[in-house]
């Protein structure tokens, strides 16, 4: 079974920047299509973006232009690095695992305020 964790959630304030990084291990990372999903309070799990297999990414029209996905395959890790966020970004942020079988991870918290 593939093991996801999430990471590098925290606080900042608006227009402020954080990285999040999701490591998968117990699988092929290289051939695994990572997403991230976000979730806020009374609301529905929402797609953020997708890291696939060769790099490539797709984004939410909410989030494009200001998050960048990667993915260090040496270090089964993906990223999120999360640019000039706003409060509306301000979620609970999941990675899942796409390959043989769909993991997810528990999550990391993101919370911009002024």
């Known amino acids: 079974q593939v093991q996801v964790l999430e990471s590098g959630g925290g606080f900042v304030h608006p227009g402020g920047s954080l990285r999040l990084a999701c490591a998968a291990s117990?699988?092929?990372?290289?051939?695994?299509?990572i997403s991230w999903y976000r979730q806020a309070p009374g609301k529905e799990r929402e797609w953020v973006a997708d890291?696939?297999?060769?790099?490539?990414?797709r984004y939410a029209n909410s989030v494009k232009g200001r998050f960048t996905g990667s993915r260090d395959n040496d270090k089964d890790t993906a990223y999120l690095q999360m640019d000039n966020l706003k409060p509306e970004d301000t979620a609970l942020y999941y990675c899942r695992a796409a390959g043989r079988t769909i993991d997810w991870g528990r999550g990391t918290q993101v919370t911009v305020s002024s």
């Open positions: 890291i696939n297999q060769d790099g490539g990414t």
């Open positions: 117990g699988g092929t990372f290289s051939l695994t299509v």
